[in-house]
């Protein structure tokens, strides 16, 4: 799995990264961040889709009580991106910059537009969902 990671021919979910992160008694972000820049600016890929225009990029963090991210998303037309619950107290906040975002969680489906944003408790099953025709490009927040 390593060498694939490595490689670049594997995706480990970011919530694998988190539970990796605790085994080892630090955080995710210092688990992910190059050591030699600030935490405010990381702009580090962390996830990629099937194609080159689905990824997630971890834009930078701020202190918080556990950690606060941004992200910059992107999915392809049809790319889905199933997340792992995040620990109880976690939420995130997305902003939609361009096409329509699905969000599926156990018990409904919201739809957030372009220039729409949503909030909401990441401490279940959700999924992101490209269901559009164009490029679905999103910012994601997410603190504790």
């Given amino acids: 799995m390593i060498v694939s990671l490595e490689a ?3 995706n480990i979910s970011l919530g694998s990264l988190d539970r990796l992160a605790e ?10 961040s190059n050591p030699e820049r600030e935490l405010r ?4 890929v962390m996830w990629r889709g099937k194609t080159d225009a689905s990824k997630a990029t971890l834009l930078g963090a ?5 950690d606060t991210q941004l992200w910059l998303w992107s999915l392809a ?3 889905r991106y199933v997340a792992e619950p995040d620990p ?3 939420h995130e906040m997305i902003f939609v910059l361009e096409g329509a975002l699905t969000l599926e969680f156990d018990t409904e489906t919201q739809l957030v537009q372009a220039n729409d944003f949503t909030i909401y408790n990441s401490a279940q099953n959700y999924a992101y969902l490209n269901a559009g025709k164009k490029i679905l490009r999103f910012v994601r927040t ?3």
Avoid at 62 to 66: D, K, L, M
């Fill in 62 to 66: 701020a202190p918080a009580r556990h």
């Fill in 77 to 79: 037309p049809g790319e």
């Fill in 23 to 32: 085994a080892l008694d630090t955080t995710f972000l210092k688990l992910v």
């Fill in 142 to 144: 997410v603190s504790s």
């Fill in 8 to 10: 670049g021919n594997a």
């Fill in 88 to 90: 109880e107290g976690w």
């Fill in 41 to 44: 600016r990381i702009e580090e």
